[in-house]
């Protein structure tokens, strides 16, 4: 049964770091993109940033670019999402997946899963 569980996420100050962990089981996704996405209250999940098989090339939302990097560990199959210069409009659920197509959505592969919370305080 493939699973992806995500952690690190927690309350935070405007301008705090977290960092953020998503470890996949049940199948291997080192060979694919994997990416992160949020869903914020009342609005629909997007994509914060993806990053290829190989580590490179990665892509990142223009709202979180230099602020966020993401990274990846195949052989630990998981994937990490250091968010710095944290914003109260970062407030969202982080989710992680992996696809053929990231940062397209399209087909992603892997069921979502619960998510982790990330609140920035102003």
């Known amino acids: 049964q493939v699973q992806l569980v995500e952690s690190g996420g927690g309350l935070v100050q405007a301008g705090g770091s977290l960092r953020l962990s998503c470890a996949a089981s049940?199948?291997?996704?080192?060979?694919?993109?994997m990416g992160w996405f949020r869903q914020a209250p009342g609005k629909e999940r997007e994509i914060v940033a993806s990053?290829?098989?190989?580590?490179?090339?990665?892509f990142y939302a223009d709202s979180v670019k230099g602020r966020f990097t993401i990274s990846r560990d195949n052989a630990k199959n998981t994937v990490y999402l250091q968010m710095n210069s944290l914003k109260p409009e970062d407030t969202a659920v982080y989710y992680c997946?992996?696809?053929?197509?990231?940062?397209?959505?399209?087909?992603?592969?892997?069921?979502w899963g619960q998510g982790t919370q990330v609140t920035v305080s102003s």
């Open positions: 990053i290829s098989w190989s580590g490179s090339p990665t």
């Open positions: 049940g199948r291997s996704f080192s060979n694919y993109a």
């Open positions: 997946n992996a696809g053929p197509h990231l940062p397209n959505p399209v087909a992603v592969l892997g069921p």
